[in-house]
């Protein structure tokens, strides 16, 4: 069973399903608890990716998240611009709020309130002191329109928004409403403004617009145009809209030839902006916007080191770490042992560590008796995979399963009765006593069995992910086994899951699927695995990976538009 | 008649011809609907919803009588309080109990095919699905061309992905989270504040509806370069495109002669989050700026969810959530419930009751606001601990300007969950005849209240 199209709104805990898993298993096993250790067998094969057979799967309209919204802003309208936050939900799906983006749609209320962002920005890009660094003209008369003036402005705000050259259509009516505008509120500037709103709340400044068209050195397929591949490009390795001269690159059609491309990306694997793209893409996949959302809250009395300025550094503090650690071109499997970070001295408070800087951000290595190593023992993991209330082993785990394996961890069953798990008041007093109090029970020891070893290895990290010996008077057992391999604590758990064979592959596939923002198809799957080769040959280095996605034929060709799928009731 | 003014003062505001193309679409809004207006005309009539998570304890909630003056169990009993308007809140409340969704073999989706069976009147084939539009949306299509808004949308614990109203699969109405974004923009700038003397139009408000028309011409050039996916996701947009014109319009007439129409107070700061006080507390500010929204017939449909289905509500100092509670909490024995996980049903039902007290709080026509109002209040299951589906808690609470008898208990007898939501289509005026599919095809209104 398939859920590509569940709403992110209805769902509590997020679930991304690998596609893998369900065409290796028959349909009565889908969802059987111990699946996840068939897709464990499945990663092992290998090919070379220059002989692989791809059919890419289609393309659709892609929504611009809230970040690349207010990121292409400030690229295009000055960085003085402040954008309304909360303009409409993004969507997640699969786990990505990139595969969210090829649904969403814009409803009344949304529309309403990007109408009303657009009305703001176009304001202040446009105030009296930065109008003229923008406009780049001085009309005639500041109380009346002036076409000269406006056009050639107009066409330049309209390429870089719609990230094209616009139509001669779609450039007269901008100017139109310019003039119009001018006249009826007796000033130039607010002409422009409306205009500027005309192309703010257009579908296609809204929508990344993915085309195919015939590939002329291969006429069985089709590619993404020159200009598509533009901004597929920007957005996947900026997080922004595309710059002039990538623009102009894919005017020029050098996104459609191989050796161009190849030149245009070691330009824009080079720039300072990767490391925006870095963070984009593993906020994404870690659901961070969580942090932002104020949603990982915990309870004041439980937990009185929680503040929400603490745990938005958290968050910081695990973005900053991946991002210096890939930036060094290291080896992504050590982010999951690496006794290297950041703190600030408000999250030393948390760690309990003494913090020498006196303000803002330093580097930091974790000391070998700390207990702490890896991503896994940071506050961020533990305190977002966590209660409100309490430390939550099988929320842990299935993150680990889940979104750095691509495993599935099947629902539990309807008809549960949890009252043994979860009375912390009674005999069972750490958490390890009380999951393995329910292992005895056929329905719910399948999939704890995939989840809870992790996750209790986890356990001496509270709610907010502060150290702990015991829970309830009881010392905490951190021991456990990742598929076969031992371990006696987080830092062991970081061990061995680095050296687990689906680490890498899944960071493929998750790279990928927010590359094309929709889960891989069948024909990927061979590009997939080679990539997966060849990240594992190059000393698993982030940047060979980016290389070889956006290179390849997965990346940059596609069966056509996606057509409706039929979702939901017969009706 | 006022409304000729208001177009003549258009004409003289506005700077010359260039930016009269608006007008014209007065004519066609007014002549539908000037005249439900104006004053001494009959008032709107207002539907909204209102949502609490993981239900109730059947054998604490249902009351045993039917008919009028039925009993109150204990979980009902917020139902007890007095009106400042005269009378109780349960003078205004009908309470459905028996009702069902019926899953015709389908998997009981936990929470979630309660939810979509009550709001839907079918059930999703596969979890976390929307099968059909919720009953706001229904009601809002036919009813929302009226109002500067649409529908309003409101989410009490903080979560700005969770929220019950849904046209689609994939188009959900997003929830205002936070009191003050919901007064900003009603009753910012944009609003017309009746009070306020000589209504003059802001002559924006007309080069506005030149800009959308500017983006319904990309509408064929980009329709043509996507497949039938995004062909779907465009006509929402375009649709979106079409109601804010709509908006516009209304913004261009003028304040409604409307008596009771109030600009709303703003609202302290928000303190936003799952703590049982926080919710409550939002739920209020919310119930009352949308008091206010309906008595200036800014919106007729609204939303509020004050839980989610999978209620992640808490109290401060405890580890455990709502919904975690009502699976892990034993049944005591004594009593015979999970007294903490039923403490959440109490402060859910005093929150519903928050809502009703404050509809009737503003005085219109001969009585209330709430007199003119349908709300329905409904949760996803019946008792949580085990998903239940059967029984799930229904009531409405106001008078319908007089279209349905408020106060009477409705035994169902599992009778499907979707006679309810047919009968309040009906009574905003929809013309349906039934509603669902399967055995939640409903075809039989609730004659026991309406009038």
């Given at each position: 069973m398939s859920n590509a199209n569940v709403p992110s709104r209805l769902v509590g805990l997020h679930v991304p399903r690998s596609s893998l898993l369900s065409q290796l298993l028959p349909p009565s096993f889908r969802g059987a608890c111990f699946a996840a250790l068939v897709a464990l067998v499945a990663a092992g094969c290998t090919s070379s990716s220059s002989s692989v057979e791809v059919e890419a799967g289609p393309v659709a309209l892609r929504r611009l998240t809230a970040e690349q919204y207010e990121r292409s802003i400030h690229d295009v309208l000055g960085s003085h611009v402040t954008v309304p936050s909360r303009i409409d939900p993004d969507d997640r799906r699969d786990g990505l709020l990139a595969v969210g983006s090829t649904f969403a749609g814009v409803t009344p209320s949304g529309l309403e309130k990007y109408e009303a962002a657009a009305a703001t920005i176009a304001e202040q890009a446009l105030a009296a002191e930065h109008r003229d660094a923008l406009v780049q003209c001085q009309p005639t008369s500041l109380t009346g329109a002036d076409d000269a003036c406006a056009r050639p402005f107009l066409e330049r705000m309209g390429r870089q928004l719609f990230r094209r050259p616009l139509t001669s259509e779609e450039l007269e009516a901008r100017v139109a409403i310019a003039n119009e505008s001018a006249r009826g509120l007796a000033s130039f500037h607010g002409g422009l403004e409306l205009a500027l709103v005309s192309l703010l709340v257009s579908p296609e400044f809204l929508f990344r617009v993915e085309e195919a068209e015939d590939d002329t050195s291969n006429p069985s397929r089709q590619r993404l145009t020159s200009l598509s591949m533009a901004s597929r490009l920007s957005y996947l390795l900026w997080n922004t809209t595309p710059d002039d001269d990538l623009l102009a690159a894919a005017e020029r059609g050098d996104l459609v030839d191989d050796e161009a491309l190849a030149v245009e990306l070691e330009r824009l694997l080079a720039s300072p902006k990767l490391e925006t793209g870095l963070r984009a893409i593993f906020s994404d996949l870690y659901d961070f916007r969580q942090f932002d959302d104020g949603l990982v809250r915990k309870d004041a009395a439980l937990f009185p080191a929680y503040t929400q300025p603490m745990i938005e550094e958290a968050k910081e503090q695990t973005l900053r770490t991946i991002v210096a650690h890939l930036a060094q071109d290291l080896d992504y499997r050590e982010l999951f042992t690496t006794q290297e970070s950041f703190?600030?001295?408000?999250?030393?408070?948390?760690?309990?560590?003494?913090?020498?800087?006196?303000?803002?951000?330093?580097?930091?290595?974790?000391?070998?008796?700390?207990?702490?190593?890896?991503?896994?023992?940071?506050?961020?993991?533990?305190?977002?995979?966590?209660?409100?209330?309490?430390?939550?082993?099988?929320?842990?785990?299935?993150?680990?399963?889940?979104?750095?394996?691509?495993?599935?961890?099947?629902?539990?069953?309807?008809?549960?009765?949890?009252?043994?798990?979860?009375?912390?008041?009674?005999?069972?007093?750490?958490?390890?006593?009380?999951?393995?109090?329910?292992?005895?029970?056929?329905?719910?020891s399948g999939c704890h069995s995939l989840t809870d070893p992790i996750g209790l290895a986890l356990e001496n990290f509270d709610a907010i992910g502060m150290y702990r010996q015991e829970e309830n008077g009881a010392p905490i057992d951190s021991s456990g086994e990742l598929d076969g391999v031992p371990y006696s604590d987080a830092i062991g758990l970081g061990t061995a899951l680095s050296q687990h064979p689906s680490l890498g592959p899944c960071l493929v596939r998750n790279l990928y699927r927010y590359a094309v923002g929709r889960d891989a198809e069948r024909g990927e799957e061979a590009l997939l695995e080679a990539l997966g080769d060849r990240f594992a040959e190059s000393g698993y280095r982030i940047s060979e990976l980016l290389r070889d996605v956006l290179l390849s034929e997965g990346f940059r060709t596609t069966s056509g538009p996606r057509e409706a799928d039929a979702t939901g009731d017969e009706s | 008649m006022k409304r000729f003014d208001r177009r003549t003062l258009l004409r003289g505001t506005l700077a010359g011809g260039a930016v009269a193309m608006g007008v014209p679409l007065l004519d066609c809004f007014l002549n539908d609907n000037g005249s439900a207006l104006a004053q001494g005309a009959p008032l709107p009539l207002r539907f909204g919803a209102w949502m609490w998570g993981c239900g109730m304890n059947p054998d604490r909630w249902n009351p045993q009588n039917v008919g009028v003056d039925y009993d109150l169990p204990i979980e009902l009993r917020a139902l007890d309080r007095e009106l400042s308007s005269g009378g109780k809140v349960r003078d205004y409340v009908s309470v459905f109990s028996g009702f069902d969704v019926k899953l015709d073999g389908r998997p009981n989706f936990p929470h979630t095919a309660g939810l979509m069976g009550t709001l839907t009147a079918n059930l999703p084939v596969e979890d976390y699905t929307v099968p059909a539009p919720t009953l706001d949306t229904i009601i809002a299509a036919e009813v929302g061309g009226l109002t500067r808004f649409r529908s309003l949308e409101m989410s009490c614990t903080g979560n700005p992905n969770q929220a019950y109203s849904f046209e689609s699969q994939g188009v959900a109405n997003a929830p205002e989270i936070s009191p003050t974004a919901l007064y900003t923009r009603v009753f910012g700038p944009d609003f017309a504040d009746p009070n306020a003397g000589p209504f003059l139009p802001e002559p924006r408000l007309m080069l506005r509806q030149s800009v959308l028309s500017a983006v319904k011409e990309d509408r064929e050039r980009l329709l043509q370069r996507v497949g039938t996916h995004d062909r779907q996701r465009l006509d929402q947009y375009f649709t979106s495109v079409r109601q804010l014109e709509q908006q516009i319009d209304v913004l261009l007439a003028g304040p409604p002669d409307l008596e009771s129409c109030r600009k709303a107070p703003a609202p302290g700061a928000d303190d936003l989050g799952t703590e049982i006080g926080q919710a409550t507390k939002t739920n209020q500010l919310m119930a009352e700026l949308v008091s206010f929204a309906l008595a200036c017939d800014q919106t007729r449909v609204f939303s509020i969810m004050f839980s989610d289905r999978i209620s992640n509500l808490r109290q401060a100092g405890s580890s455990s959530l709502h919904h975690q509670l009502t699976h892990d909490e034993p049944l005591d024995p004594e009593i015979g419930y999970q007294p903490e996980a039923s403490e959440f049903i109490l402060v859910s039902m005093e929150a519903w009751a928050d809502v009703i007290e404050r509809l009737a709080a503003i005085p219109e026509g001969d009585g209330t606001l709430l007199d003119n109002c349908l709300v329905l209040g409904h949760s996803d299951v019946s008792f949580a601990k085990v998903h239940g589906i059967t029984g799930v808690p229904m009531m409405i609470a106001g008078g319908a300007s007089g279209a349905i008898k408020p106060g009477v208990h409705v035994a169902g007898a599992t009778a499907p969950t979707s006679r309810v939501g047919l009968t309040i289509q009906q009574v905003m005026g929809l013309t349906v005849e039934s509603w669902g599919t399967r055995s939640m095809e409903a075809r039989q209104p609730i004659s026991e209240i309406l009038v």
């Open positions: 703190l600030t001295r408000r999250l030393g408070v948390v760690y309990q560590l003494p913090v020498p800087s006196p303000s803002g951000w330093a580097p930091y290595r974790f000391p070998d008796d700390s207990g702490r190593a890896g991503l896994l023992s940071h506050i961020s993991f533990n305190a977002l995979h966590a209660h409100p209330g309490r430390s939550s082993a099988t929320l842990r785990g299935n993150f680990v399963r889940e979104v750095l394996l691509c495993q599935e961890v099947p629902a539990p069953p309807a008809n549960i009765d949890f009252s043994i798990v979860e009375d912390t008041a009674g005999e069972l007093r750490t958490a390890r006593q009380r999951l393995e109090a329910h292992v005895s029970n056929e329905a719910c | -």
